[in-house]
């Protein structure tokens, strides 16, 4: 062989597979389901893991040097925000809510996600999406790192960040998105991709992303702006993979189209449940308002949704179950949400408030069918009651949906004056729901939903109190007494904005910064 | 409005999370490394048992049978976060990149004696399926260990050693072609100098506790690997012979093990000095996983060190026994 | 026919990218928003190595274009030479 002879060189495709499946091999001293133990128990059957598309590839190296890039313009933009004061650029304090909401409710999970990603990327028997998996997971460690390195400034300076991991345990709202992430990692692998991989990240987190990020730009906030759109940059990567996922479980065996369905109707109710809070926040929390949550969901779901179930079709795959009323309720989620913490402000981690009159004018434009028939007037008379000095505070604990742990605030397709109840008899008790949804979920797997960890529930136990309480003694204050176990610090995380030590800070330090002293 | 504000000077309501202040006795400064770290991992009120693992919860602690009374004792001594490992890490590259460059561009590869280039490519191309074993076994230490501070340098390892497996992959395309790979994958799978080390590589894919298989990929067998082929095979012998250019190419490997090494001594320091339990179980994982390793990596030796191998071998043992000494572990 | 999508973030690196792109997708609209920008195309969209090189006057990995990346919809085809998103119905 002549070795001055140039080497062919390898194309993207070549080369990548000689750096990762042609690692691979075929074991013999163990067997592979010893090896791969938790590949067949979900009833998926896979014929030939090498038929298996890879989605972006890319191998260590550019790996390494485009990740390195990023990170560098990150934090330096991190460390100027910071340096600057950047936070008292933001439109205003009430702004600061929605990153709380961020920080305790998506940061964590997406620590959840580095973990199910190193356990996935662990257990599939095929080489290609192995590495995928494990790149995602590397990924995902470091959104819930950057993400918690950006807010960290805001921690220094505003309420209610300041115990973050500890409340996402406890929290009654936070247990709807812990929940819907712990219920994917316990699943098997192929539903966690199915659930994370396709359903939350290629169909629904351009709506938690996207309009929530750009929305962040738009109040000022570059911290946010740069994690939100650095983080999002990985995404891309991360919706490929779930969109290959789908694909090769489809085209291995017929026998795996029930199954996949049934689990796509399953992830997009249950994320479409937990996308409520993003509702809000893009609704109600930015003091300036970039768009709305319908106009979101029309865009990022119906819109691209819509083109990708159509392209699924060849397959045989039809559109998520119970379209009809999301489609229905995407005029009403985010009021009645909004609503539900406005009326438990003093057991949340955020304040809240009334919208003011332009932003009801902004929200009666968005929700013509709703808004003033339905929401406006309860606000109204909300705010007026608040001017009297008797903000209003329900002391009553909710009822909680078995399935998302969102309080029963929901209504009736197609009534919205109407709560929805549902309820299911299992082994001598009863369980409740929110919708036909979350009670179709039960019943197919009653016995992983009973083991929920219901927040309202466990405080009702006596379970949700600091060590040492004694709910027995004289003068005993509940509530008091959970928000201690929350470590929710009373009078300063919560209640309303209005007279908040959020919102005099805030105005103190802005003052400060635009007058002479 | 922009508005000047730097020149507002306001005093902080508080240094960092509540969760870190009560790990660095109070209310101080972090570093990014104990704010990306500490307490990530969920701990209490889980939703769910897994249904892959029913007798367990998600994360949980009873999967090893080391013991801790804090899973957050262990740190790395990188005070790596992903930022900070990826910086590193590109750093590196650059310097691979060049150094294959440079390889390349006067090719050294070409000129290196024909004998050499047989060793280089029967020796190094099989390791890269046991740099893949070592990506899926830090994989499983990653998902399965507990405890962020314990769990997270993992899954940068893991990725390492996908990358270097890839490295070894174009060190097989530079000397040989694709049909080096092939025979490099067929001599793994088939030919007697591979099988005692194919064989536990693929015993440690079933090691389910995750500490166990910590002590057997990151410590035992990477412990022995490094030390005998890129330590003294490749920079010591080949560079001997005229095989420098191999030496460039495999840098990345020598600097990483320097580096990696720090961490994986001081979680095994960790453990040790938590209990005379954790001592005693991790001296006998190791005993029993280093005698099979060198063992099994003496055939591999005799590839390139023929008759010395039994030498060198004893010699990078002894050097291994020492170095876990200084760790706290007595072998 | 169905709409896919590129997201990219807007800044110095990105504009020959976006001009590449809207001119090699005559049929492409241009969406602008508060720091990012959404390509929307019907049915196909190509990004091109070549008309990315001409604009930059330097060598251009495809693989870079992950720095700015935002968001995107439809198959992915990726080559050396171009990065196509599609979808199939």
Redesign the interface.
């Given at each position: 062989m002549d070795m001055q002879v140039a080497k062919k060189k390898l194309g993207l495709k070549e080369r990548y597979q000689v750096m990762t499946r042609g690692l691979d091999w075929t074991p013999s001293y163990q067997k592979m389901e010893d090896i791969y133990p938790y590949a067949a128990y979900e009833g998926i059957k896979i014929h030939d893991w090498d038929k298996w598309e890879d989605p972006f590839r890319l191998t260590m190296d550019a790996y390494w040097k485009y990740q390195a890039e990023k990170e560098r313009k990150l934090y330096a933009i991190i460390d100027a925000y910071a340096q600057n004061n950047g936070h008292l650029n933001v439109t205003d304090a009430r702004y600061l809510n929605a990153v709380k909401l961020f920080l305790t409710g998506i940061s964590p999970l997406e620590y959840m996600a580095h973990r199910g990603f190193a356990h996935v990327g662990r257990q599939f028997p095929g080489a290609g999406p192995r590495v995928a998996c494990l790149m995602q997971s590397i990924d995902e460690i470091r959104h819930a790192q950057t993400q918690i390195h950006s807010l960290s400034n805001y921690n220094k300076y505003y309420n209610g960040f300041h115990d973050f991991r500890h409340m996402l345990e406890r929290v009654w709202y936070l247990s709807v998105p812990r929940s819907f992430f712990d219920d994917a990692v316990t699943a098997g692998p192929f539903e966690f991709m199915v659930a994370i991989g396709f359903s939350f990240e290629y169909v629904l987190t351009n709506l938690l992303f996207v309009p929530f990020v750009s929305g962040a730009a738009y109040n000022g906030d570059m911290g946010t702006m740069t994690f939100g759109f650095s983080a999002q940059s990985d995404e891309a990567r991360h919706m490929t993979l779930g969109l290959e996922v789908i694909k090769f479980i489809l085209e291995q065996d017929p026998d795996n189209l029930p199954i996949v369905q049934r689990w796509i109707d399953k992830w997009m109710w249950r994320g479409y449940r937990v996308l409520t809070l993003v509702g809000m926040m893009m609704d109600y929390m930015l003091p300036k308002r970039i768009m709305s949550w319908k106009e979101a969901w029309e865009v990022y779901f119906e819109e691209n949704g819509g083109a990708l179930f159509k392209d699924l079709a060849r397959y045989g795959i039809r559109p998520p179950k119970w379209l009809d009323q999301i489609s229905f309720d995407k005029d009403h989620i985010s009021h009645q949400a909004w609503a539900t913490f406005y009326q438990y402000g003093a057991a949340a981690a955020f304040n809240t408030w009334t919208p003011n009159d332009e932003e009801m004018d902004w929200l009666s434009q968005k929700y013509p069918n709703s808004f003033d028939k339905y929401y406006r007037p309860r606000l109204e008379y909300w705010r007026e009651q608040a001017a009297q000095g008797k903000r209003f505070y329900n002391k009553t604990l909710p009822m909680l949906c078995q399935t998302c742990q969102i309080p029963m605030l929901f209504t009736e397709p197609g009534d919205p004056t109407k709560i929805c109840y549902r309820e299911v008899d299992y082994q001598g008790s009863k369980y409740h729901f929110c919708s036909d949804g979350c009670k179709e979920i039960f019943e197919y797997e009653p016995e992983k939903y009973v083991q929920a960890w219901l927040p309202v529930h466990q405080i009702y136990q006596g379970n949700c109190f600091p060590e040492g309480a004694d709910p027995t003694a004289e003068g005993f204050d509940p509530l008091a007494e959970v928000l201690k176990y929350y470590h929710v610090e009373m009078g300063r995380d919560n209640l309303d904005f209005e007279g908040s030590e959020d919102q005099k800070n805030f105005d103190q330090w802005r003052g400060q910064a635009t007058k002479n002293a | 409005m922009?508005?000047?504000?730097?020149?507002?000077a306001?005093k902080?309501?508080?240094?960092?999370?509540?969760?870190v202040a009560r790990r660095i006795g109070g209310d101080k400064p972090a570093s990014?490394y104990q704010?990306?770290t500490f307490?990530?991992?969920?701990?209490?009120?889980?939703?769910?048992?897994?249904?892959?693992d029913p007798e367990h919860e998600?994360?949980d602690a009873a999967r090893t049978a080391i013991r801790m009374a804090d899973w957050y004792a262990f740190r790395d001594p990188r005070q790596f976060?992903?930022?900070a490992y990826?910086?590193a890490?590109?750093?590196q590259?650059d310097t691979?990149?060049a150094n294959f460059d440079f390889v390349e561009s006067r090719?050294l590869?070409?000129g290196l004696p024909a004998e050499l280039t047989a060793t280089v490519l029967k020796l190094l191309v099989p390791l890269?399926?046991v740099?893949?074993g070592a990506?899926?076994n830090n994989?499983?230490i990653?998902?399965?260990g507990y405890g962020?501070a314990f769990?997270?340098p993992c899954?940068?390892h893991?990725?390492?050693q996908?990358?270097i497996?890839?490295y070894l992959?174009r060190v097989g395309?530079l000397f040989g072609?694709?049909d080096a790979?092939d025979e490099g994958?067929r001599a793994?799978?088939a030919d007697d100098a591979w099988q005692g080390l194919?064989?536990l590589v693929?015993?440690s894919?079933?090691v389910h506790d995750p500490f166990e298989l910590f002590v057997v990929q990151n410590v035992v067998l990477d412990g022995l690997l490094y030390p005998l082929v890129f330590e003294t095979i490749v920079d010591d012998v080949l560079s001997a012979g005229g095989g420098t250019a191999v030496a460039m190419l495999t840098q990345f490997m020598t600097d990483w093990f320097g580096e990696t090494k720090k961490w994986v001594d001081a979680t095994v320091k960790t453990a040790a000095a938590e209990s005379a339990e954790n001592r005693a179980l991790l001296a006998r994982w190791i005993v029993h996983w280093r005698d099979r390793a060198a063992a099994a990596l003496l055939p591999v030796a005799r590839i390139a060190l023929g008759e010395r191998s039994d030498e060198v071998v004893a010699e990078v043992v002894c050097q291994f026994n020492a170095r876990l000494a200084k760790a706290g572990v007595e072998i | 026919m169905s709409t896919v999508f590129i997201a990219l973030q807007t800044n110095e690196d990105t504009r020959p990218i976006i001009g590449a792109i809207l001119d090699d997708n005559p049929h492409a609209r241009l969406n602008e928003q508060p720091a990012m920008v959404k390509i929307d195309a019907e049915g196909r969209l190509v990004v091109r190595r070549s008309s990315i090189e001409e604009r930059i006057g330097r060598d251009f990995d495809l693989q870079e274009l992950h720095i700015n990346l935002i968001s995107l919809s439809g198959n992915i085809d990726e080559s050396d030479d171009e990065l196509t998103l599609s979808w199939g119905a």
């Amino acid at each position: 062989m002549d070795m001055q002879v140039a080497k062919k060189k390898l194309g993207l495709k070549e080369r990548y597979q000689v750096m990762t499946r042609g690692l691979d091999w075929t074991p013999s001293y163990q067997k592979m389901e010893d090896i791969y133990p938790y590949a067949a128990y979900e009833g998926i059957k896979i014929h030939d893991w090498d038929k298996w598309e890879d989605p972006f590839r890319l191998t260590m190296d550019a790996y390494w040097k485009y990740q390195a890039e990023k990170e560098r313009k990150l934090y330096a933009i991190i460390d100027a925000y910071a340096q600057n004061n950047g936070h008292l650029n933001v439109t205003d304090a009430r702004y600061l809510n929605a990153v709380k909401l961020f920080l305790t409710g998506i940061s964590p999970l997406e620590y959840m996600a580095h973990r199910g990603f190193a356990h996935v990327g662990r257990q599939f028997p095929g080489a290609g999406p192995r590495v995928a998996c494990l790149m995602q997971s590397i990924d995902e460690i470091r959104h819930a790192q950057t993400q918690i390195h950006s807010l960290s400034n805001y921690n220094k300076y505003y309420n209610g960040f300041h115990d973050f991991r500890h409340m996402l345990e406890r929290v009654w709202y936070l247990s709807v998105p812990r929940s819907f992430f712990d219920d994917a990692v316990t699943a098997g692998p192929f539903e966690f991709m199915v659930a994370i991989g396709f359903s939350f990240e290629y169909v629904l987190t351009n709506l938690l992303f996207v309009p929530f990020v750009s929305g962040a730009a738009y109040n000022g906030d570059m911290g946010t702006m740069t994690f939100g759109f650095s983080a999002q940059s990985d995404e891309a990567r991360h919706m490929t993979l779930g969109l290959e996922v789908i694909k090769f479980i489809l085209e291995q065996d017929p026998d795996n189209l029930p199954i996949v369905q049934r689990w796509i109707d399953k992830w997009m109710w249950r994320g479409y449940r937990v996308l409520t809070l993003v509702g809000m926040m893009m609704d109600y929390m930015l003091p300036k308002r970039i768009m709305s949550w319908k106009e979101a969901w029309e865009v990022y779901f119906e819109e691209n949704g819509g083109a990708l179930f159509k392209d699924l079709a060849r397959y045989g795959i039809r559109p998520p179950k119970w379209l009809d009323q999301i489609s229905f309720d995407k005029d009403h989620i985010s009021h009645q949400a909004w609503a539900t913490f406005y009326q438990y402000g003093a057991a949340a981690a955020f304040n809240t408030w009334t919208p003011n009159d332009e932003e009801m004018d902004w929200l009666s434009q968005k929700y013509p069918n709703s808004f003033d028939k339905y929401y406006r007037p309860r606000l109204e008379y909300w705010r007026e009651q608040a001017a009297q000095g008797k903000r209003f505070y329900n002391k009553t604990l909710p009822m909680l949906c078995q399935t998302c742990q969102i309080p029963m605030l929901f209504t009736e397709p197609g009534d919205p004056t109407k709560i929805c109840y549902r309820e299911v008899d299992y082994q001598g008790s009863k369980y409740h729901f929110c919708s036909d949804g979350c009670k179709e979920i039960f019943e197919y797997e009653p016995e992983k939903y009973v083991q929920a960890w219901l927040p309202v529930h466990q405080i009702y136990q006596g379970n949700c109190f600091p060590e040492g309480a004694d709910p027995t003694a004289e003068g005993f204050d509940p509530l008091a007494e959970v928000l201690k176990y929350y470590h929710v610090e009373m009078g300063r995380d919560n209640l309303d904005f209005e007279g908040s030590e959020d919102q005099k800070n805030f105005d103190q330090w802005r003052g400060q910064a635009t007058k002479n002293a | 409005m922009q508005i000047d504000l730097r020149t507002v000077a306001i005093k902080p309501l508080r240094q960092t999370f509540d969760h870190v202040a009560r790990r660095i006795g109070g209310d101080k400064p972090a570093s990014r490394y104990q704010e990306g770290t500490f307490d990530l991992q969920a701990t209490a009120n889980f939703q769910y048992r897994p249904t892959w693992d029913p007798e367990h919860e998600i994360f949980d602690a009873a999967r090893t049978a080391i013991r801790m009374a804090d899973w957050y004792a262990f740190r790395d001594p990188r005070q790596f976060y992903y930022g900070a490992y990826t910086l590193a890490r590109a750093k590196q590259q650059d310097t691979a990149e060049a150094n294959f460059d440079f390889v390349e561009s006067r090719g050294l590869a070409a000129g290196l004696p024909a004998e050499l280039t047989a060793t280089v490519l029967k020796l190094l191309v099989p390791l890269r399926h046991v740099a893949w074993g070592a990506n899926m076994n830090n994989a499983s230490i990653c998902a399965y260990g507990y405890g962020t501070a314990f769990s997270q340098p993992c899954i940068y390892h893991a990725m390492d050693q996908l990358g270097i497996a890839q490295y070894l992959t174009r060190v097989g395309l530079l000397f040989g072609d694709t049909d080096a790979l092939d025979e490099g994958k067929r001599a793994w799978t088939a030919d007697d100098a591979w099988q005692g080390l194919r064989r536990l590589v693929e015993d440690s894919f079933v090691v389910h506790d995750p500490f166990e298989l910590f002590v057997v990929q990151n410590v035992v067998l990477d412990g022995l690997l490094y030390p005998l082929v890129f330590e003294t095979i490749v920079d010591d012998v080949l560079s001997a012979g005229g095989g420098t250019a191999v030496a460039m190419l495999t840098q990345f490997m020598t600097d990483w093990f320097g580096e990696t090494k720090k961490w994986v001594d001081a979680t095994v320091k960790t453990a040790a000095a938590e209990s005379a339990e954790n001592r005693a179980l991790l001296a006998r994982w190791i005993v029993h996983w280093r005698d099979r390793a060198a063992a099994a990596l003496l055939p591999v030796a005799r590839i390139a060190l023929g008759e010395r191998s039994d030498e060198v071998v004893a010699e990078v043992v002894c050097q291994f026994n020492a170095r876990l000494a200084k760790a706290g572990v007595e072998i | 026919m169905s709409t896919v999508f590129i997201a990219l973030q807007t800044n110095e690196d990105t504009r020959p990218i976006i001009g590449a792109i809207l001119d090699d997708n005559p049929h492409a609209r241009l969406n602008e928003q508060p720091a990012m920008v959404k390509i929307d195309a019907e049915g196909r969209l190509v990004v091109r190595r070549s008309s990315i090189e001409e604009r930059i006057g330097r060598d251009f990995d495809l693989q870079e274009l992950h720095i700015n990346l935002i968001s995107l919809s439809g198959n992915i085809d990726e080559s050396d030479d171009e990065l196509t998103l599609s979808w199939g119905a």
